[in-house]
Structures are given as structure tokens and as C-alpha cells.
């Protein structure tokens, strides 16, 4: 039986009136709106309820999903202890969901569990729900910090799994829109926080979901929103469905987006199998650029791709430019999935006898042992965009002032630890956080003294 229903809803616990103490009502009209939607939810009896939270608990390489008989929870966090919750979870779905995650290699599961108490992000969603509707078993589902084609993917083994249950099924995607609305709010303003909104709500008045992976991770990032990866896990469940959508409330008096939508179902639709397009679409814009690239990024791409395929590594030929065969420099290859980082490894001075040598070591490294990534798989490499970084010689600098966040990158030492950050990062706009970052890397507290040194690079893409 496919998805009854799915409800785009806010969690801010100041919304729960014990916990408001009066404050609520500066958001009567998403109040409004919730009781629609919990008035909605009770008409569809359904057997289970299904809740996406970023308050879950949360792993950047994983889903989690919340084990066990069921769970408890309260407000006492905020206040207000008597508000409390015990609930069961809907455990056959909950296992045919991992079972079929298991079978595509998809990394979704119950495994990890630290605090087996509700969060926020189901509780006030349940606050609303239970008021009206007490029948049916819930499951809880964490997001990630994967990509948001992932996001989508596990939208999509959950519609799999609801259609081969005898079950009725709510979605309710729960999740903040900007925390940047208003300079008086708690997180103060962005300019990319209205715009954020805006966005958002009109994908969710058109249920025009395929435009979800068009919202930039730096720019969310800015945003500072909560649901986005919420909402796409929701619109993944609706792949290859004809969807009704309605949009009920949009508030920013808090500072902080609350959007209320729901979604229905209307019928098969072959033209809405949005991930399958967008990953054609990458595929067919990187074989281009693929097609483009210089012979540094055309080494890289064939050395990682000798390595992935074959578990050989490329040899050097004589038919590469001569700077590439005689000149020695350190070099760094970076590689992005998706317009996130998928491994950067690289030498700050040369160790190899050329060039060339140095670009086939380090991509393969990138690929396959960056100690922060699983290793690239095959069925990648059509979605990996590679840029290679050849790197001059470092030189002492007497402060940060000798720095330029797109010009130079910096290394930071202190004793034997050292750190680096090549220049013109997305994110990386002061030259504060540019050391701060390469601090990170290195091992050094903040308040250790270290010796600056910078470089220029020359970039291939």
C-alpha cells in the first residue's frame, strides 16, 4: 500500500504551550496550520507514522534509525517535564526498510544508538498528532551528513518498503526552514535566510521536488536551515508519484522559518524519478567537462580510475607535456561527488621524481585513503569531478596580514605538527578562519603560537 500522506512540518518547542508559557501565540498561524494538519492525520487512521528528525541522532556517513520495542521522552529540556511521550515503533517496517538498505549496500540502519530518548524534532510534531489521533506506531528516522542524492535514496527505499507492507503510512518531514530571518532572532540575519524560505516554500507549493538538489550546500550552510535533508527524504518517497501539495502557513516573526505543507498522492508518474535525472544530468555535465580538462586533471582522473578498476597503478608515459615529465612540486588532488567533498590528499613538497609521478601517487590516495571517506567505488566515477593543485614553494610569512584567502593558501606549524589549507575554498572567506581551519588540521589549539608560511598554487580543472 503506498504512502497515504506526507506533511512538511516546523519543531520549535516554544509552539508547546507549557513550554511557551504564552510566547506561542507570536505563532498562532503555524498553530493554526498544525491542528489542519493533525486534524488531516486522524482522518487518515494511519498504522504508522513516520517521522524524519535532525534532532535524531545524527552520523556523517550513515541513517539511523531508531532501534528497539519503541522509546520515551519528555520536555524537560525546555522546561516542562510533565509534557511527556511513550511510544512504540513499528518494528516489522522498520526492519524491511534496513533489509532492503543491506541489499543495495546503502548506509541506513539501526546500529549506533546513543540516546535512545525522542527528540524535539519528533516530540512536537507527536504533541500535535497525539492530541487529536492516539492509535498507530511511529518510526524514527535520523538524517545525515551525506549528500542530499542520498538523502533522496533513503526516500526511496522507504516508499519501497511502505508499498510491500499491508500498512497505512504518514510521512511527516519534520524540520526549521532559516534560522537567519531577523536580526533580532536568536542566530541573527543572513541575507541568504529569506531567500532560503522563499525557495523552499514555492518547491513545496509546486511539489516541484526535483529543484530540492538545486539548493547549494554553502548556501544552505548560510541559510542556516534545519529540514532541508528532512524534505528530501520526504520528496524521495514520493519518486515516481504524481503528487497534490498545498501549502498552509509560512512564519518569520522568530527570527526562525516555520513552513507547513502537506502532500497527496495522485497516481504513477514516470516523468518524477527526479534522482535518476539529476544523476544523468551530473553525468552528462561531467563527461563534458571530462572531455575539456587539462592533462593534469585527464592523469588524475585516468590514475584513480587504473587504480578503482584494475588495482594498478598508471605508469608515467612519455607523451605528457615536459613540465608535467621534468618539473618537481608538491600536488594536491581534490575530488567532489555531487558538490561535496569526496577526498583531498596531497604533498606540500615534491616526493616523487616528476610532477606526473606526484599526480598519479596522490590521486590515487584521494580516492582510496583519505582517512575521512570510505574509498571510491566504481559505480562513482561517473559523478566525480577532480581538480588538481600544483603547488609553489612555501615562504615564511611574519603574520596574517601577509595572507590573501584567494590567493595564497597557508601552513600552519608547531613543532612537528603542521597544517595546510590550499586558497580560493568554497567557505573559507576571512583569512581568520582560513588559519583556524588549518589549525584544525594540524592538531593546534588555538592559543599554541605557530610559525605561517604561504604558497600559491596553479589550479586545473
Known sequence: MPILASFMVPHPPLIIPAVGQGGEKSVQETIDSYEKVADEIAELKPETIIITSPHSIMYSDYFHISPGHGAKGNFSQFRAPEVSFEESYDEELRDLICEIARSEDFPAGTLGEKKPLLDHGTMVPLWFIRNKYKSGKILRIGLSGLGLPEHYHLGEIIQKAVNACDRRVVFVASGDLSHKLQAHGPYGFASEGPVYDERIMDVAKRAAF?????????????????????????????????????????????????????????????????????????????????????EY????????????????????????????????????????????????????????????????????????????????????????????????????????????????????????????????????????QQISIARQKGGIDIDEPVKLQRFEVVRHI
Not at 529543484?211 to 529540514?227: K, L, P, S, V
Not at 524521495?236 to 512564519?251: C, E, I, L, P, Y
Not at 608538491?330 to 621524481?353: E, Q, Y
Not at 566525480?384 to 601577509?402: H, K, Q, W
Request: charged content about 30%.
Open 210 to 294: 526535483q529543484e530540492m538538489f538545486d539548493f547549494n550546500e554553502d548556501f544552505c550552510e548560510r541559510a542556516a536551515e534545519c529540514g532541508h535533508r528532512s524534505f528530501v527524504i520526504m520528496a524521495g518517497a514520493w519518486d515516481g508519484m504524481n503528487v497534490k501539495s498545498r501549502v498552509f502557513s509560512h512564519q518569520d516573526v522568530t527570527g526562525v522559518g516555520y513552513g507547513i505543507a502537506s502532500f497527496y498522492p495522485e497516481g504513477p508518474d514516470d516523468s518524477r524519478h527526479f534522482l535518476k535525472k539529476h544523476m544523468d544530468h551530473i553525468k552528462d555535465e561531467l563527461k563534458i567537462k571530462a572531455e575539456q580538462s587539462d
Open 297 to 432: 586533471v585527464r592523469l588524475a582522473r585516468a590514475s584513480l580510475e587504473s587504480y578503482i578498476l584494475n588495482r594498478k597503478k598508471l605508469e608515467v608515459t612519455h607523451d605528457l607535456p615536459a613540465e608535467m615529465l621534468e618539473r618537481r612540486a608538491g600536488a594536491f588532488v581534490s575530488i567532489h561527488k555531487d558538490g561535496r567533498l569526496r577526498g583531498c590528499i596531497g604533498t606540500i613538497l615534491p616526493t616523487a621524481p616528476s610532477v606526473a609521478e606526484e599526480i598519479i601517487r596522490n590521486a590515487i590516495s584521494a580516492s582510496t585513503r583519505d582517512p575521512r571517506f570510505n574509498p571510491i567505488t566504481p559505480d562513482e566515477l561517473p559523478y566525480l569531478d577532480i581538480n588538481v593543485d600544483i603547488l609553489g614553494d612555501p615562504e615564511d610569512i611574519s603574520g596574517p596580514e601577509d595572507l590573501d584567502v584567494k590567493r595564497y593558501g597557508v601552513i600552519v606549524s608547531c613543532g612537528n605538527r603542521r597544517g595546510l589549507l590550499l586558497p580560493d575554498l568554497d567557505g573559507v572567506d576571512t583569512v581568520e
